[in-house]
C-alpha cells in the first residue's frame, strides 16, 4: 500500500502518532543522547510513514534472515546453482555461528516449503526427544513449584537440526552436502564483527549463567567459547568460534552420522557423564526427522498453512479461524476494536494449546477438530466487542478413537520456510566441551500433571513453541513467513495475515507495524496465570488506541522487546519480494 492511499485511510492525528511511538520502540542504546523517544523516524517518501525500508526484489531467488552473513550465504549458495533447500542449511549454519542467542545445532528445527514439483506444502518436524534413560519420577524431583527447571542437564532433549538439514538435503538438496558448511567455517575460523542484538543478548546470557542462581551443572564451557576473555563481545568486536569450526568440519565431511553416531555424539555422551546428566550417545543414534503433515485453514480467500502437534503452529489457524467471523477490515487498522477481537481470538486458541497440543506419538491430538469453522465458530461467539472474557476454558473436544526464522526461494520456485532455535535465554547453559555450541533446554516444555497429554515421559518430544508459517494463493505459493519469539509466533503470525489480508499491508509494511502480545492464561507446561493477563503494546500503537483497550478493561503492558522479528519472502509472477524488519540485525536480498 502507497504511503499516499495508505494515510488516506487513517485518521488525521494516526501518521504522528505512529511516527512518535516508533522510535520508542526500537532497540535501546547505552548512550544517552541517543535515548531519545521524542525522535520520530525520517520521512520516506513512499510507502507506510511506519515503514523502515522497501522490500528487496528478484526475479531468481531470494532470502530473508535474521543477520547480513547468513544472507549473503544464502544468496551465494543460490548463485553458485544451489536449491533453496541448500541455502537454507547454509544460511542456518552461519546463524549458528553468528547468532548463537537464538539458534545453533544444539537445537531442533521446524520446516515447511513449496515442492514445485509435486505443487503442495511439505512439512519437516525436527524436533528431538527427552532422554531414554530419565524417568518421570526424577524429572519430578528436580522440579521447582510444579515446574521442570529452564537450564541444565535436566531441560536437554535430543537435538534436531543437523538431522533435519540432513533430511532435507537429501530430497531436494544440488550442491555437495560438504560445500554448504563453507562459509560458516571460513567466518568461525576467521571470525566476524558481533551484530546489536547478538552483543546484548550474549551480555545478558553470560550474566544469567554465570549468576549461580540456576543451577547448571557447569559453565567453564560457556565461558571459554563466548567469553574468553571474562566478557562477551560487544557490538562490532570480532569474534571467532574454532570448536565450531571444527565441529561444523566434521558434519561437512561425515554428514549426519558425524553428529548422532561419531565423535561429536561420543563427545556430548562424555561430557554427560562428567557432569551428571542423561543424554547418550544411542539417544542421540535413534534420532530421525520426520516428515509430516502441514495442516491449513482459509482466511478470507488465502490458505495458511502450520505445522501440528508437537509444535504450537494449529494456534495460528485457530485464531485465524476465530478472527475471520469478525469484520477485522471495517474495524479500522491498528484500532482498539481489531486489536481486542484478536487478543481475545488468540486467548481462546491459547487455551486448547494449553489443553491438547503434544507428542501425537503419545496422545491423539484432535486436531482437524481444533481447526474447524464450525468450532471457531463456536468460539467466536464468546467474544463480546465491548467488554473482556473474565475466564476462557479450553473447548470439550468431541470422544475420538527462542529462536530464529529465516526463509529462502530459488529460480525453481521452491520457497523454504524454517525455524531453528535453541530455547530460552540461549539454551541450556550447556556447551559440550570442545564443540563450540550450546544444547537446547526444549525439556523444560513438559507438564508434570499426571493425565496431561504433555506430560513427561522417556523418549518424548516436548511441546514446542517454534513453528514456520507459510501462505497459498489461488493454488500457487504466496507467502513464506514467519515471527520469532516463544507465544509470540502464533499471535504474530496472525497478525502479519491480517495486516496483509485485511489492511492490504505490503509486504515489509506488515512486518514493521506496531505488533501487540498477550501473556497469561494456562500453558502446556501445566502453568496457569490467573486473571485476564497482559496486554503488551509496541510504542507504535496510536495512544487513542491504547487509551480505548484500558478503558475496554485491559492491563496494558509495556513495550518489552517481547514482540519477535519478522522474516518473509512473497511469491510474484516471475519475481520474489523479499522483507526483514527493524526488531533483528537481518537483512532481506534478492537478485
Not at 526484489?57 to 543477520?67: N, S, V
Not at 493454488?475 to 492490504?504: E, H, K, R
Request: glycine share 12%; aromatic share 10%.
Amino acid at each position: 500500500m502507497r504511503r499516499r492511499t495508505f494515510l488516506a485511510a487513517l485518521p488525521a492525528a494516526l501518521p504522528g502518532a505512529l511516527m512518535a511511538g516508533a522510535a520508542q520502540g526500537q532497540t535501546r542504546n547505552e548512550t544517552p543522547n541517543r535515548d531519545r523517544p521524542d525522535v520520530a523516524p525520517g520521512d520516506r517518501i513512499d510507502g507506510a510513514t511506519f515503514a523502515s525500508r522497501s522490500a528487496a526484489w528478484g526475479t531468481h531467488g531470494a532470502a530473508a534472515t535474521a543477520h547480513p552473513l547468513a544472507t549473503l550465504a544464502a544468496i551465494d549458495i543460490l548463485r553458485a546453482g544451489g536449491s533453496a533447500v541448500d541455502a537454507a542449511i547454509a544460511a542456518n549454519a552461519v546463524l549458528g555461528y553468528a547468532e548463537p542467542i537464538a539458534c545453533g545445532i544444539g537445537g531442533d528445527c521446524f520446516v515447511m516449503l513449496w515442492d514445485p514439483k509435486t505443487k503442495e506444502v511439505v512439512g519437516l518436524n525436527g524436533s528431538g526427544r527427552s532422554p531414554r534413560g530419565l524417568s518421570l519420577e526424577t524429572v519430578r524431583s528436580r522440579a521447582k513449584n510444579g515446574l521442570i527447571p529452564s537450564h541444565g542437564a535436566i531441560a536437554v532433549s535430543v537435538p534436531g537440526a543437523v538431522d533435519a538439514w540432513w533430511t532435507l538435503h537429501e530430497r531436494y538438496g544440488k550442491l555437495p552436502w560438504k560445500d554448504l558448511f563453507a562459509p560458516a567455517i571460513a567466518h568461525a575460523s576467521e571470525g566476524a564483527p558481533i551484530s546489536q542484538n547478538v552483543g546484548y543478548y550474549l551480555q545478558r546470557s553470560y550474566a544469567n549463567f554465570t549468576g549461580g542462581k540456576l543451577g547448571i551443572e557447569e559453565v567453564d564451557n560457556f565461558k571459554a567459547v563466548w567469553a574468553p576473555d571474562g566478557a562477551t563481545p560487544r557490538e562490532g568486536e570480532i569474534f571467532k568460534n574454532p570448536a565450531l569450526a571444527r565441529t561444523y568440519g566434521l558434519i561437512a565431511q561425515g554428514g549426519r552420522d558425524a553428529f548422532y553416531e561419531g565423535e561429536i555424539a561420543e563427545t556430548i555422551e562424555r561430557y554427560f557423564r562428567r557432569i551428571g546428566g542423561w543424554m547418550t550417545k544411542a539417544d542421540l543414534a535413534a534420532h530421525r526427522a520426520e516428515w509430516t503433515k502441514a495442516y491449513s485453514s482459509n482466511y478470507r480467500g488465502v490458505d495458511v498453512y502450520s505445522l501440528g502437534p508437537n509444535s504450537q503452529g494449529l494456534a495460528t489457524l485457530q485464531a485465524l479461524n476465530i478472527m475471520e467471523r469478525f469484520d477485522i477490515r471495517g474495524m479500522g487498522f491498528q484500532s482498539a476494536a481489531a486489536i481486542h477481537h484478536g487478543a481475545e481470538a488468540k486467548r481462546l486458541a491459547f487455551e486448547d494449546r494449553a489443553r491438547y497440543y503434544a507428542d501425537p506419538s503419545f496422545y491423539d491430538v484432535p486436531a482437524d477438530w481444533l481447526i474447524s469453522k464450525d468450532y471457531a465458530a463456536e468460539r467466536a461467539r464468546l467474544i463480546r466487542p465491548d467488554s473482556i472474557l473474565q475466564t476462557v476454558y479450553a473447548g470439550q473436544a468431541p470422544t475420538r478413537g527462542d529462536t530464529t526464522y529465516f526463509t529462502t526461494a530459488d529460480k525453481d520456485g521452491m520457497m523454504v520456510s524454517i525455524i531453528q532455535s535453541n530455547y530460552r535465554g540461549m539454551g541450556s547453559g550447556l556447551a559440550p566441551d570442545g564443540l563450540g555450541f550450546m544444547l537446547q533446554n526444549r525439556g523444560e516444555m513438559f507438564a508434570l500433571t499426571d493425565g496431561h497429554p504433555n506430560v513427561y515421559a522417556p523418549a518424548k518430544r516436548p511441546f514446542q513453541t517454534i513453528i514456520p508459517g507459510f501462505a497459498v494463493k489461488d493454488g500457487a505459493p504466496w507467502l513464506s513467513f514467519g515471527i520469532m519469539g516463544g507465544d509470540m509466533q502464533p499471535q504474530g503470525q496472525a497478525q502479519i495475515i491480517s495486516n496483509m489480508v485485511d489492511f492490504d499491508l505490503s509486504l515489509q509494511e506488515a512486518g514493521d507495524s506496531p505488533r501487540w502480545r498477550h501473556g497469561g492464561g494456562s500453558e502446556p507446561t501445566g502453568e496457569v496465570t490467573p486473571g485476564t493477563g497482559l496486554l503488551h503494546l509496541e510504542s507504535g500503537v496510536p495512544a487513542a488506541t491504547r487509551k480505548a483497550l484500558a478503558d475496554l478493561g485491559w492491563e496494558i503492558g509495556e513495550s518489552d522487546g517481547s514482540f519477535g522479528g519478522y522474516q518473509a519472502i512473497e511469491r510474484w509472477p516471475g519475481r520474489y519480494a523479499a522483507a526483514t524488519e527493524m526488531r533483528k540485525d537481518g537483512v532481506a536480498l534478492a537478485y
